[in-house]
């Protein structure tokens, strides 16, 4: 056999043996290219708070701490994201969230305007608020929240804040609407029940008991025995800087850590 025809059998071989090889199994090819999320390019998040104590609040130490931060740190740690803070008002924050200059608030609500401009994780704590008077006034109020409206009472309350749907029929109606009073800080409704600008207010419980105590109002102000169910809340990422798998991650840290104890464990540190 002549040397032109040797070399055309060793190419006509490799050929056959290079078609005969079996392709890579697509599994094998996802094995390769998808990483663990502990090997996830860096999550870095800026979180948006306002003081609202047991919640949110600066300790003397100038530290962020409160529930919602403990909880929203554990979450951070078991979806191996980076968590930083800036400190503004409600309304601020829901226009930092919106530009995507803040990745993220706690205690928000759903609503189609906020679904717009952001993405929410699964509820991570069942919310409720209660109503406060002036001290001595109790008896002068009915046991219901839409009685104390049919009266004509003035209600305090914080702009963009969600109370629940009951609370949100009636801000929302014509006849009621002119009797809610909006303050853009929650502890300016304190201010304005004990100088008669409103007839009640409306506040977490959690806070109100705190607020009232730490501003030494607790001979000035009392709760009525009426509680307001507002429903689930969501931490509420900037639709524009955080994506879609983060809020994923979250939800699945969230379920760890209620499983592992560690979310019980927050609770029972901030029950009075």
């Known amino acids: 056999m002549n040397r032109s025809v040797t070399i055309f059998v060793g190419l006509c071989i490799c050929f056959i043996a290079a078609c005969s ?26 979180m948006g708070w306002d003081p609202w104590e047991p919640y949110m609040y ?29 400190q503004d008002d409600w309304m601020s924050l829901l226009k930092r969230v919106e530009t995507g200059d803040v990745s993220l608030v706690a205690g928000a609500s759903i609503t189609e305007k906020r679904k717009e401009y952001a993405l929410f994780s699964a509820p991570y704590r069942d919310e409720s608020f209660v109503l406060y008077v002036r001290a001595g006034e109790a008896d002068a109020f009915k046991n219901s929240f839409e009685s104390i409206a049919d009266a004509g009472r003035k209600i305090g309350v914080t702009t963009d804040y969600i109370y629940g749907e009951q609370v949100s029929k009636l801000q929302d109606s014509e006849q009621y609407s002119g009797q809610f009073v909006y303050s853009a800080v929650g502890e300016r409704n304190y201010y304005n029940l004990t100088q008669h600008n409103v007839d009640v207010i409306i506040e977490d419980p959690f806070v109100g008991a705190y607020n009232i105590k730490r501003k030494g109002l607790t001979d000035q102000i009392e709760q009525l025995d009426i509680t307001i169910h507002s429903g689930e809340v969501h931490l509420m990422f900037s639709l524009k800087s955080v994506d879609h798998t983060i809020v994923e991650r979250f939800n699945e840290a969230l379920k760890k850590i209620k499983q592992n104890g560690t979310y019980q464990k927050i609770l029972n540190k901030y029950l009075l």
């Open 58 to 86: 600066l300790t003397p130490g100038d530290q962020v701490s409160g529930l919602d931060i403990e909880l929203i740190k554990a979450l951070a740690k078991e979806a191996n994201c980076k968590l930083s803070f800036t």
């Open 21 to 46: 090889k079996p392709p890579e199994k697509p599994a094998e090819k996802q094995a390769k290219t998808t990483l663990p999320t502990s090997k996830v390019a860096d999550c870095n998040l800026l």
